[in-house]
């Protein structure tokens, strides 16, 4: 009689105890059916779940593991870091040293505050955004996911530059008001609610390559528009690059646009895995920030010594020359060849990379907004999640969500990916 699995039991146990058996919906694989894998272990690019099935990983941690899990040179500054104690919730100069390593990398930024999470760093943003400019409107835009603040848990309003309306329960309509919801890539509809709302917008945020509808780009055009707008009308830009930041590149998707954004929201790879985040900009904009000006941001684990430890051995290994050149060919060739897989057994497909991230849709052509997303064939997804997953390919148990490739990924690995998905196109 064969054992029983042990996912199902540990499902089993922690919805019991937690809310839906997991601490961040999406992991609950609701959007796929089935259980969720419990991960038991990870090394390079792997991991390994409760069965001790091991899965090539395309999750990544949701975008931190660039260098893979278990990098030597990284868990050799963590394991230095921890002896050296926790947290002391006063400075140190690790945080520093990260600070200073974030700066030389992102030229738009010349001073940064360290927090612990991508949710807390947009929140913050926003604040200093509205503190900084003395308004009170927020621009954001269909698809793009800036955390679960309360401004910014959105949907679009009922007309065209009308304000949004709240999508979670406990967020009352008054909270939204001044959050007006666009869509992406709409340069016209960008126009008009400046021309209808420019003087008293405070910022505009964006993911100007948007990891959260799956992958989708700002045009160069659009872009370049929401920093002419920006400029014009006294509003500051912030680009969210929690997702992006060091992942599309060294300099993360403002590097890759050219464009130079106000305020810029990082995370994920900047903690190499562990709880890290960041904001920052010009430092006529930062100084608003407490203790020296009257916007005010705290946190007891902010900057925390292990975590920063983790971040700056992380960022040390990511700049070495032609770390992002190597990524990025893997990831071509990983998008490239299920482009291909696709193609050979009349599948719809389209798929697009930049760095080490990357996206796919099941449909003919890539989508430019929200609303074209929304008509992936929902179905054929699960199958092929669940395909891939029996396969031994983990990849993110939901159409809307962004893939990551590491620098642990073997050609060997991509070329298993790829015959894994010819498999399920074939069967399909």
Not at 237 to 251: A, C, K, N, Q
Not at 385 to 391: D, E, I, P, S, V
Request: aromatic residues 8%; hydrophobic residues 45%; negative net charge.
């Amino acid at each position: 009689m064969p054992s029983a699995d042990q996912n199902d039991l540990l499902f089993d146990r922690a919805r019991a105890v937690i809310p839906g058996g997991v601490n961040s919906p999406v992991r609950a694989f609701k959007a796929v059916g089935g259980t969720p894998r419990f991960i038991r272990r990870a090394e390079g690019a792997y991991f390994w779940d409760a069965d001790d099935r091991r899965y090539i990983d395309y999750i990544g941690s949701w975008g931190p593991m660039i260098l893979g899990h278990g990098h030597p040179a990284v868990v050799e500054a963590v394991q230095k870091a921890v002896l050296e104690g926790f947290s002391y919730g006063a400075p140190t100069e690790r945080e520093i040293e990260l600070a200073e390593a974030i700066l030389a990398l992102v030229p738009s930024m010349e001073m940064v505050r360290l927090v612990s999470s991508g949710t807390e760093a947009a929140m913050s943003a926003l604040r200093l955004a509205r503190g900084a400019t003395g308004r009170k409107h927020i621009i954001k835009f269909e698809g793009c996911y800036h955390g679960h603040a309360d401004a910014l848990l959105v949907k679009a309003g009922s007309g065209l530059a009308t304000f949004g309306h709240p999508t979670s329960a406990g967020v009352p309509p008054e909270v939204t008001q001044h959050t007006l919801v666009l869509e992406y890539n709409n340069i016209a509809q960008l126009e008009e609610a400046f021309a209808l709302h420019g003087n008293d917008i405070a910022g505009l945020m964006i993911e100007a390559i948007a990891g959260n509808m799956n992958f989708v780009r700002a045009t160069p055009e659009f872009a370049r528009r929401c920093r002419e707008l920006c400029t014009q009308h006294g509003a500051l830009l912030i680009f969210d690059e929690v997702m992006t930041g060091f992942r599309v590149g060294l300099h993360g998707a403002q590097g890759v646009l050219g464009i130079r954004p106000d305020l810029t929201v990082l995370g994920k790879v900047i903690g190499g895995g562990m709880p890290l985040a960041a904001f920052g900009g010009p430092r006529a904009i930062m100084e608003q920030l407490a203790p020296l000006g009257p916007v005010y941001q705290a946190g007891t684990l902010s900057g925390n010594p292990v975590a920063t430890a983790c971040g700056l051995a992380t960022l040390k290994e990511i700049a070495k020359p032609g770390f992002y050149e190597a990524l990025a060919a893997k990831t071509r060739a990983l998008v490239d060849g299920l482009k291909a897989a696709a193609a050979a057994e009349g599948q719809p497909f389209s798929a697009d990379s930049e760095g080490g991230m990357f996206g796919f849709f099941l449909m003919d052509e890539l989508p430019q907004n929200y609303a074209t997303v929304m008509t992936t064939d929902g179905a054929k997804f699960n199958t092929l999640f669940h395909g891939l997953l029996a396969r031994g390919v983990y990849i993110a148990p939901a159409l809307y969500e962004a893939g990551f490739v590491s620098a642990a990924h073997s050609d060997a690995d991509i070329a298993a990916t790829i015959e894994a998905a010819r498999q399920v196109f074939q069967a399909a």
